[in-house]
């Protein structure tokens, strides 16, 4: 029945309007829809304190530029985005290692000579500045530049170790460097893809010493393309991504083996460290997060979409990763994951 009297409809709209007022007074927010903390068209993937709003291709390249695989990816302490890539056949600019603001703004790239083995990439932040470390899987190099490309070091190819024939047999993939404290300027350098061994320098570039080499025992690994100190423990030790035998295992200083991760990981790459977080993207079609005693508290993006990896980018699928090659946090801690797909890719997962 429609109400008719306007006493009482009065009075109905008095009280609501109170209760309004009371309720503003309190600081809730009657009848307001919240805004979601994400862009609808995004999708949010992971659980728990670990969500993200998973944000494609992020990075905006010029008309000039085109990604190739991208393989390794730092950030300095401006928050820059480097990124390097093997630089796309249809690409008018021959430069492998592209800059991008925090927004995803472009801002400089520079590297041509990197183009078809930019691999990894490690930023150290040292007393005289800040530098990136290379890997060129290609040419046998590993160098120490500036943000801005200068060389500073050129480090030599160990054939002090005696277990190459040439240097076109050592294939190095990425570097781990102490850049402060009781252990600074040792170098470390995985040859990922060339004979898996682990070889280490000292601050001024001389080799020290190899461990690892090929198989599948105790202090063996077969095609280690990461590498990476772990501070977590409190005593520093060199984590390696022990890809095909699809496990990290953990060394000592000196070389020795320490021990072995084998649960949730099925082709590790590289890392990245948050506080007691280590960050792993899997070449198998997902990123995954472990705790300080490497249990896994998250696994992001999980796909089964491998074979898409050299398809256009139209047939990609929104939240699930293809081939995650590298990873990395950034100061607020989202995530950036670069693929190993022919046109690139530069995810970023915004913590939600």
């Not at 007074?25 to 709003?53: C, L, M, S």
């Not at 290692?97 to 927004?103: E, G, T, Y």
């Not at 990609?316 to 081939?323: L, R, S, V, W």
Request: charged fraction near 20%; aromatic fraction near 10%.
């Amino acid at each position: 029945m429609t109400n008719t009297n306007p006493t009482n409809e009065l009075s109905r709209r008095t009280v609501l309007q109170t209760g309004v007022a009371a309720m503003a007074a309190a600081g809730i927010a009657p009848f307001v829809r919240a805004a979601p903390r994400w862009d609808p068209k995004n999708p949010v993937i992971g659980t728990g304190e670990h969500q993200y709003e998973c944000i494609h291709d992020w990075a905006v390249l010029p008309g000039t530029h085109a990604f190739g695989n991208t393989h390794g990816i730092a950030f300095d302490s401006k928050g820059n985005c480097h990124i390097k890539h093997t630089v796309n056949a249809s690409s008018s600019s021959a430069d492998a290692i592209c800059v991008f603001d925090p927004s995803g703004k472009f801002v400089r790239s520079w590297g041509a000579e990197y183009r078809g083995g930019a691999h990894g990439l490690t930023l150290s932040k040292e007393k005289d500045g800040e530098f990136l470390w290379l890997a060129d899987c290609n040419r046998s190099v590993v160098q120490k530049t500036t943000l801005e490309g200068k060389v500073v070091i050129d480090l030599a190819w160990p054939e002090a170790s005696g277990l190459y024939n040439n240097k076109g047999e050592y294939k190095p993939t990425n570097v781990a460097v102490f850049p402060s404290g009781p252990h600074a300027g040792r170098i470390y350098v995985a040859d990922g893809y060339g004979k898996s061994w682990i070889h280490e320098f000292n601050a001024k570039g001389e080799y020290q010493r190899s461990f690892g080499g090929p198989g599948n025992n105790r202090g063996q690994v077969r095609c280690p393309p990461g590498i990476g100190i772990d501070m977590r423990g409190g005593e520093p030790s060199i984590v390696v991504a022990d890809r095909s035998n699809r496990r990290l295992q953990y060394f000592t200083l000196d070389g020795r083996h320490m021990n072995f991760v084998t649960a949730e990981l099925r082709s590790p790459c590289h890392f990245d460290f948050r506080g007691d977080l280590i960050l792993i993207p899997d070449l198998e079609a997902r990123v995954t997060l472990f705790n300080k005693k490497n249990e896994m508290v998250a696994q992001l993006g999980d796909g089964t979409n491998f074979g898409l990896r050299d398809k256009p980018r139209d047939q990609f699928i929104p939240g699930k990763f293809i081939a995650p090659h590298s990873a990395a946090f950034d100061k607020d801690g989202n995530i950036y994951v670069v693929e190993w797909v022919e046109v690139g890719r530069v995810t970023k997962l915004r913590k939600v």
